[in-house]
């Protein structure tokens, strides 16, 4: 029976990538975004692939909107056996004391709060199916530490927090949960990023040891290895992929 996977921020960059390289492996997917036009694109690709996939309009930040992302998903599919818990925003740029409050609750509502809500519903349904992976996406900006994008590498440490913590409690229910850290990587979210703050995309390239940004078909593969059963044994790990960019910080 096909494996069924539900991706937020699937409209775009690294969730889209991700659906269209699983949907080569059979997996049916669940694509949620705020953004109905990209979000439909993807569903497009997944079934120009041969896999079956239904979009979901949500605001991930908004609960109510997360739990019937999950119910749509388990009344459409019958089950959730991937969850990459991926939607997010960067931030402005600026330091931190030019920040807005607005700002803060902005980028930790879509990005940390959103995924906290994700984890909640999807870990129910894998918890009673006795099975489940979930990938959650932080950053590189979630194991170091960066000028410019402090409230963002807030909300990715918490990612990280929130990926160990749920082993701790659920590995034994059958679930593995990791996270990602991607350097920056091409997608539409960094492209708008350096467009506005292009001293920083120069300062990326040039601190990135590969000399390049990454891209999302390479984030997508390492996302896939984690989801299936290749990495059943790979639980609460968060795996960079950087072009050595925090190795080298
Ligand atoms: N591109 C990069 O360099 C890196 C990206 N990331 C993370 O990867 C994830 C995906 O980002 P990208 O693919 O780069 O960006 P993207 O902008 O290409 O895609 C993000 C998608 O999330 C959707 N989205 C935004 N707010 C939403 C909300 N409130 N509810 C539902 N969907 C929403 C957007 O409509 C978009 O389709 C984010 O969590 C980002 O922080 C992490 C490290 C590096
Ligand atoms: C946007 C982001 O997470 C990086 C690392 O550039």
Redesign the pocket.
């Given at each position: 029976m096909s494996k069924v996977a539900i991706i937020?921020?699937?409209?775009?960059?690294?969730?889209?990538a991700t659906a269209v390289r699983l949907a080569e492996e059979g997996v049916n997917i669940s694509v949620?975004?705020?953004?109905e036009e990209?979000?439909n694109r993807t569903v497009e690709m997944v079934k120009d692939k041969g896999a079956d996939a239904i979009f979901i309009k949500?605001?991930?930040?908004k609960n109510e909107d997360v739990k019937n992302y999950v119910d749509e998903t388990v009344s459409h599919f019958g089950t959730i056996d991937y969850f990459f818990n991926?939607?997010?925003?960067?931030g402005s740029g600026k330091y931190f004391l030019d920040s807005d409050i607005d700002e803060i609750e902005k980028i930790v509502g879509?990005?940390l709060l959103?995924a906290l809500y994700g984890v909640r519903h999807v870990a129910e349904v894998m918890k009673k199916q006795g099975s489940g992976a979930i990938v959650n996406?932080?950053?590189?900006?979630g194991v170091i530490g960066q000028d410019s994008v402090v409230i963002?590498s807030a909300t990715?440490h918490g990612i990280i927090g929130l990926t160990k913590s749920m082993v701790a409690e659920y590995a034994k229910d059958g679930l593995r949960v990791n996270a990602i850290?991607?350097?920056?990587?091409?997608?539409?979210?960094?492209r708008n990023f350096y467009k506005d703050n292009p001293e920083m995309k120069e300062n990326a390239e040039s601190g990135i040891p590969q000399k390049r940004?990454?891209t999302?078909e390479e984030v997508a593969e390492l996302v896939t290895f984690l989801l299936t059963s290749k990495a059943e044994y790979i639980n609460g790990e968060v795996i960079r992929i950087d072009g050595g960019f925090t190795n080298v910080k």
């Open positions: 937020t921020g699937g409209g775009s960059g690294l969730g889209q949620v975004d705020i953004s990209g979000g949500a605001d991930v930040s991926n939607a997010g925003i960067s879509i990005n959103g996406t932080a950053s590189s900006a963002y990715k850290a991607p350097g920056p990587t091409e997608t539409e979210m960094v940004l990454g999302p």
